[in-house]
Structures are given as C-alpha cells and as structure tokens.
C-alpha cells in the first residue's frame, strides 16, 4: 500500500441492541485507507462483524456514523453503496448458473446486452474459472464456489469489497491456495478489502494492517509485524500467536525494563507495557521462539525446568517443560536439540522480547501519565 488516501472511516460508532446490557461495539473510530487489506480480527463475539455489517448497511449504528470518500452512509441502503460483499457460505443463487449469478448485480445496476458478456467473460477469467460458465453452484467444489461468489463480489467495479469468513468452510490447503488468490487479486486491482477473521494466521499473511478486537472495541491496530512483535495488551499477546505467560509482580526500573518477582520468588527481567507500578500484579509473555535452551550452569538463565513433553512439527520441535512455578512453557527449538523427556533445562531470553502487561488498570489513572515504572 503506497501512501494513504482515506477511503472508510467509523467516527465514534456505538452498537447497541436492545437485547444485550453491553455494546457490540464501543467508541470505534478507525480509518481504511484506499487499496488497503485490512483484517478485523477477534473471538466470536468480539464485535469484528458487526463492524463490517454496519459498513455494509445491513445494520445502523446506535450512535456515531460511517463514512465512505467523506459522505455519510446513514440512511443510504446496502445495494446504493457500491460495496461488494462476500460470505462464508457462498450466497450463490442455486437455481442459476455461475454467469446468470454474475449477471445479476450488473442488471440489477441496469447493465444490458454485450457488455454484460464482456464483464463476466472478464470476472471468470480474474478468479481463474474460465469454461464453467454454464455450470450451476450445486456442480462446483467448495474453491471454485468462493471464486465465484468473489469475482460476483467484483463485476460491478465496487468501492471496496467486504469479506466476512470467507474461507471458513474449506480445509487448510485450500484455504491456503486460496488467500494467494485473494492477495494476488486484490493487489493487481488496487482493491480496498476488509476482512473478517478469527483466524490469526490467515490476518498475519494477508493484511497490510489489523485490527483486533476484543469486547466490542478495537485493541490494538497495526501492521502484523506490529501486532506479533509488540502487543499492545495481555489480550493481543495471548490472542496472536503462541505465547507463553507467567504472572508476577512487578518491581522498580528506571531504563525501560522492569524487573518480575514470580510466585516462587524467582525474579525475571521484561519489558513494560502500558501503566504499571511497583507491587502491581503483571503478566508476563514470551513467545516459545525467542526462548532459548541455555546449557548447563548458565549464569544468565532465566528459569530451570523439567522437560514433560516433546512434540514433533516437521520442521521444529516444540519442548514443553515445567518451570518451578508450576508454569508449563512452550519452546520451539531445532529437530537436533539433544534433549529428552524429564531433562533439567535453563531457559533464558532477551528482556526486549518478553513484556509485562497490567492485570488490571489501577483506579487513579492519572498516575499512568508518569514513567511506565513508579515507586
């Protein structure tokens, strides 16, 4: 994505239903630029959904409004915004073929005669479907039924295209086949695309920014580097990506890392995240790939444990072993490590790459204006 030109903005958008005592979402305000990929990422009921349908138009905000190129879509219906829309599970017309279901958003907007053929000649040939034309949904794989709601989603030259689980339904390899296509496709057109996903992996691949949300509003947005390597929260850091977490208290510092007394009194160094204070209750993660197997007697160990599993992943192994905390830790490691099951191993890492996150946000907020770490 070259430069950022605002496409889409959510300014202070509230969702309520009358069902629930809480909001679906809360206080988003988040920016999509144009030719930008990004994902909303989150749990079921994290509120990434009702998002994307209220840009969409099949739900209003309770407060707060969405703008498509600076012009309010309150009161515009979902067939007048030019948005392409594509479902987990297809919504292709099982009475039509794939060329009358790609004819039909094209006469819907009045569209006749050849160029009509020509579109759809063009579409089929994008999602790499030519010579199925004439063939009905209920005659396709699972693939080719999500090219075909995707190149339906794209024959009207939309402002942008929303995805909501679209791959949800295959199996992994074609998932996988899949999101190359959706990226290969979406960069060759300059296509704005949001996407909603719960899965994690399939965000970090294919999108320039995420949001990941959590209880309705946005926790944290980035580019996936951003979101792995720094996470802004405890939720962020146990949401993406395999992490470890141990919990502690924190100490004192005054140079940006904080030291962690751990429920056996061990004391282990981390980098702070967001407002805490000496003797405030802490998490603690690390991912299994920035923890290395110290050899024996290493002074600069962090923690000792008992090797309790090894688990074989073809190109690593990932060490599972029970630190004196009681804590069980993942560490991935090379197929060759000489290490087996009930060994002693020392566990050490780089403070920059484990982070210590509040439990809870103290009261008085004001004193987070302070140094990350006060007496």
Not at 67 to 77: D, I, M, T
Not at 167 to 196: F, S
Not at 252 to 268: S, V
């Amino acid at each position: 994505m070259n430069g950022f030109t605002p496409l889409v903005e959510y300014r202070a958008v509230q969702k309520r239903y009358a069902s629930s005592t809480q909001s679906a979402v809360e206080g988003l305000d988040l920016v999509i630029g144009q030719g930008e990929f990004l994902s909303l990422l989150g749990p079921s009921g994290s509120g990434k959904t009702t998002a994307l349908m209220m840009l969409a138009g099949f739900e209003a905000p309770t407060s707060g409004d969405v703008y498509l190129k600076g012009r309010s879509l309150a009161g515009v219906p979902p067939h007048k915004r030019n948005i392409g829309i594509v479902f987990q599970n297809y919504a292709l017309f099982p009475h039509m073929t794939v060329a009358q279901n790609l004819a039909f958003p094209l006469r819907v907007r009045g569209m006749k005669g050849t160029a009509v053929t020509r579109k759809i000649e063009d579409a089929l040939t994008l999602v790499q479907l030519e010579g199925l034309a004439d063939r009905r949904p209920g005659t396709l794989s699972g693939g080719q039924r999500q090219r075909v709601a995707l190149a339906r989603a794209l024959i009207f030259d939309p402002e942008i295209v929303l995805m909501d689980e679209p791959l949800g339904a295959l199996d992994r390899q074609l998932r996988e086949r899949l999101q190359e296509e959706i990226k290969r496709i979406q960069r060759a057109l300059n296509l704005t695309v949001v996407y909603v996903t719960h899965d994690q992996n399939e965000a970090l691949t294919l999108s320039d920014r995420i949001a990941v949300f959590a209880e309705g509003r946005v926790q944290q947005l980035g580019t996936p580097r951003d979101i792995y390597e720094r996470p802004a929260n405890a939720f962020v850091a146990g949401f993406v990506g395999d992490n470890n977490r141990l919990r502690g208290r924190a100490g004192k510092t005054g140079t940006g890392i904080c030291e962690i007394a751990l429920a056996n009194g061990h004391t282990i160094s981390a980098t702070p995240v967001g407002c805490l204070f000496a003797g405030q209750d802490v998490s603690v993660t690390v991912r299994p790939e920035h923890i290395e197997i110290s050899a024996a007697r290493a002074a600069d160990a962090m923690l000792s444990g008992t090797v309790e599993d090894i688990v074989y992943y073809g190109d690593h192994a990932r060490i599972r072993a029970r630190v004196a905390s009681g804590d069980m830790m993942t560490i991935r490691a090379p197929l060759d490590a000489a290490i087996k099951r009930s060994d002693t191993v020392l566990l050490r890492w780089s403070a920059e790459r484990c982070f210590a996150f509040p439990e809870t946000l103290p009261a008085d907020q004001s004193r987070c204006r302070g140094a990350p770490i006060q007496g």
